[in-house]
Each structure stands twice: as C-alpha cells, then as structure tokens.
Antibody
Framework: EVQLVESGGGLVQPGGSLRLSCAAS????????MHWVRQAPGKGLVWVSR????????SYADSVKGRFTISRDNAKNTLYLQMNSLRAEDTAVYYC????????????WGQGTLVTVSS | SYVLTQPPSVSVAPGQTARITCGGN??????VHWYQQKPGQAPVLVVY???DRPSGIPERFSGSNSGNTATLTISRVEAGDEADYYC???????????FGGGTKLTVL
C-alpha cells in the first residue's frame, strides 16, 4: 500500500524557516517524480514544486522560487521541502504527492501538514 | 503563466448529470486531470489524461477535452459526489503544474 506521511509543519514567524519531510513507503520511491502542493485555509489547490526521480532536476512555482528548495533522499525514501523567508501568504496545508510518471498527474497524496506563518 | 478557469459552483439533483468545465487557452492540446476533494480530506484523482479513470473510480466519472474547454462529467449523481473538484494540467513551457480554482459540486 502506497503511503505518504508528511511532518514538520507548525507555527513560524514571518521571515522564518521550516523544513517539511515526507516519508514514503509501499512503492519504489527512487523511480518516481514527486511534488509538493499546498492549500491555504478555505482556498484551492496550488502546485508548489516538483523533483525528478534522482533529484537532478527541480522546478518551482513563481511564488516560492528562490525561497523554497525541494530535495529527496532516495536511500531514506524521504522527500523534503526547505522553506525560507516565510510569509503570511505561505500559510497552508502542504501535501506531498506522487507523480503518475506516464502523465504529470498526482496519483497518491499524503494527509498534509499545516504550516502557519504568523507573529 | 497558464491559467485554468472553473465555475465556482455547480448544482445538480440526485440521479442527474453534472458537468464541470475547465477553460484554458488551447487546453485541448494538453493532458487534463481531475481531482475530487471532500472536506478535511486529501484530494483523490478521478480522471487523468483527459478521459482515463484510475482503478476504483466508478464509470460514472468521465472526461473530455477539446478546443479551449475540458469537461468532467458525473452521471447519475449521488449525494456522496458532493465535493470540490479541481482540474490540473502541466505547463511544459514553464515546467510548472497548474490547478484550476476549483468547483464546488452541490447535490440538491
């Protein structure tokens, strides 16, 4: 059974940093691209970032480029999102998501972790 | 950047057919995916690559894509279909994912 379990969310002050983790199990993690998707309270889904299977290629939404860094450790089956210079508008539930591979869709999602940026 | 436009809400009576649209410039040339999200839950993929269904998704869910509009069709709507629905594409020119704003489906 595919499982994605996020951790690392919490309350952080504006300008602060936070690192999210996503522990993957039930599939060959090193074979799949992965994504982070976020959802502000009461709002819609927003794609944040993606990383290819070996970590050599990444891309980001314009709103987080230069502030967030996606990475992975295939030996630990773990995906990361390092978030720096956090702003109030980064407040959201952050979902870890697996790419389908055949098409750039998400076939499995984690349960999400809440990040709150507030003083 | 590429923009996807969805109606904020769609209402339908049980047993009827719901159609949720997703507009985008020449979206017919892209592969469109649809997600269902119920309150407090993670999204679930219901249609991918315009019209394919993941295993476990009822045949009542179908999709189409042509021109500037993609459509998710839910036949014989049930109370349990009440949820938010999001369309999504990959913008290869910017190498970014794009979601529509979401449509709240209300079953009357």
């Amino acid at each position: 059974e595919v499982q994605l379990v996020e951790s690392g969310g919490g309350l952080v002050q504006p300008g602060g940093s936070l690192r999210l983790s996503c522990a993957a199990s039930g599939f060959t993690f090193s074979s799949y691209w992965m994504h982070w998707v976020r959802q502000a309270p009461g709002k819609g889904l927003v794609w944040v970032s993606r990383i290819n299977s070996d970590g050599s290629s990444t891309s980001y939404a314009d709103s987080v480029k230069g502030r967030f860094t996606i990475s992975r450790d295939n030996a630990k089956n773990t995906l990361y999102l390092q978030m720096n210079s956090l702003r109030a508008e980064d407040t959201a539930v952050y979902y870890c998501a697996r790419d389908m591979t055949t098409v750039r869709a998400v076939d499995y999602w984690g349960q999400g972790t809440l990040v709150t940026v507030s003083s | 950047s590429y923009v996807l436009t969805q109606p904020p809400s769609v209402s339908v009576a049980p047993g009827q057919t719901a159609r949720i649209t997703c507009g985008g410039n020449n979206i017919g040339s892209k592969s469109v995916h649809w997600y269902q999200q119920k309150p407090g839950q993670a999204p679930v993929l219901v249609v991918y690559d315009d019209s394919d269904r993941p295993s476990g998704i009822p045949e009542r869910f179908s999709g189409s894509n042509s021109g500037n509009t993609a459509t998710l069709t839910i036949s014989r709507v049930e109370a349990g279909d009440e949820a938010d629905y999001y369309c999504q594409v990959w913008d290869s020119s910017s190498d970014q994912g794009v979601f529509g704003g979401g449509t709240k489906l209300t079953v009357l």
